[in-house]
């Protein structure tokens, strides 16, 4: 696996961009301080259920699911909870 802009690999930069830029984390969780593992299971969920929702079964939707699997959802989570500063505000 190889870093891609920072980011663990191409498939984290990417769904973060896409999915997750600007999403504060208390929106997914609605907590003050969610650990970073119950945010990186809320990320995988959310992504996860809009494949399922947007997409038929076939090879496009497995060829998506498969590249879900490559996200490391607790890189996100922790570049999501860094930038939240202490009013809980992003950066």
């Known amino acids: 696996m190889s870093e ?3 980011w663990t690999n191409y498939a984290t930069w990417r ?4 999915l997750f830029d600007g999403v504060h984390p208390f929106d997914l969780l609605g907590t ?4 970073v593992w119950d945010l990186a299971n809320a990320l995988r969920e959310d992504a996860h259920d809009l494949i399922e929702y947007q997409s ?4 496009a939707r497995d060829y998506a699911m498969a590249f ?5 959802w607790e890189n996100i989570a922790r ?3 860094s930038n939240v500063d202490e009013e809980g505000e992003t950066e």
Do not use: S
């Open 68 to 72: 879900l699997d490559e996200v490391d």
């Open 56 to 59: 038929t079964e076939g090879l």
């Open 32 to 35: 003050n301080a969610p650990p």
């Open 4 to 6: 891609y802009n920072g």
């Open 79 to 81: 570049n999501m909870l």
């Open 15 to 18: 769904i973060n961009l896409e």
